[in-house]
């Protein structure tokens, strides 16, 4: 089982940033991929994008594209999440999660929340306008 920690949410204006980051407790070596979801109350949770540790390949919800980006680095067994050009809709809590083994497509698999192995405890995000 990985430990994630999820840390850097907060309160922001519209149109500014932030950057989540989530440490990982497991050697990155055993890790395949990390994603980042988001959940409002009463909803599911929704895929916002993930990230391949051995390459870096990331795919992205298209609500966040262009606005949202995915690093690692492998040294401090974390990955991130900067978010720019915040909106409103983006208050809510923010997941990580780890996938420990390959499975399936990553661009398609890793879009559901069961794919994962691991979560994190979720970090709010409000973006006031």
């Known amino acids: 089982q990985v430990q994630l920690v999820e840390s850097g949410g907060g309160l922001v204006q519209a149109g500014g940033s932030l950057r989540l980051s989530c440490a990982a407790s497991?050697?990155?070596?055993?890790?395949?991929?990390m994603g980042w979801f988001r959940q409002a109350p009463g909803k599911e949770r929704e895929f916002v994008t993930t990230?391949?540790?051995?390459?870096?390949?990331?795919y992205y919800a298209d609500p966040v594209r262009g606005r949202f980006t995915t690093s690692r680095d492998n040294a401090k067994n974390t990955v991130y999440l900067q978010m720019n050009s915040l909106k409103p809709e983006d208050t809510v809590v923010y997941y990580c999660?780890?996938?420990?083994?390959?499975?399936?497509?990553?661009?398609?698999?890793?879009?559901?929340?069961?794919?994962?192995?691991?979560w994190g405890q979720g970090t709010q995000v409000t973006v006031s306008s």
């Open positions: 990230i391949r540790w051995v390459d870096g390949t990331s």
């Open positions: 497991a050697r990155t070596s055993s890790l395949y991929a």
């Open positions: 999660a780890a996938r420990t083994g390959r499975l399936g497509t990553l661009e398609y698999d890793s879009r559901r929340a069961a794919w994962y192995d691991d």
